[in-house]
């Protein structure tokens, strides 16, 4: 890809910076300019799980609703994640060679890096980590399921496991209940 269609189609991300650490097993993902990490806000999203723990760490898990061609924030929102993705999968195609010692193709890329979005019987939902503060702790006690919530979140890079590199993106303490 030309660096002129690279910096278009990616023109929101181009700050980013990707540092694999191989101790920490993770690739951690900032801006440039001012060291922070990507932040954006969910559009309303319904609570599937309003604490999930797994391996240490504890999430909520949001659906997003099907129908999202009707709803322009949704769109949006997804259209965000995707690039964001694909925005990793370039960066990890560039660097796979220095960090795994193995260059990766689009197919591997596919098939290594997990999106955020999953699916299951046919509901697509997402899941946000949570950071673990009193003020969250207090918020997410005000959540139940099947309610309707915005949240702040950010992206912090991408977990490295065996076979798979995993989106990692954390609710922000800034979250609204609605």
Known sequence: MSLQKYKKKFSNFVDLTFNCSTDDRYIYVKSLTNGEHYKMETPFLKV????????????????????????????????????????????????????????????????????PIEEHKNNNYIKFAIPTTELMESKLSKVDKDMYIKCDIEFHGLKISRETLMEEWYVTDRSEEH
């Open 48 to 115: 599937l799980k309003p604490v999930h723990n797994h391996k240490n760490r504890s999430y909520i898990i949001l659906a997003i609703n099907n129908d999202f061609d009707f709803n322009e924030e949704v769109n949006e929102f997804l259209y965000m994640i995707n690039k964001l993705h694909e925005f990793s999968q370039e960066n990890i195609k560039v660097y796979s060679k220095k960090w795994f010692g193995k260059e990766f193709d689009v197919f591997d890329l596919d098939n290594i890096v997990k999106r």
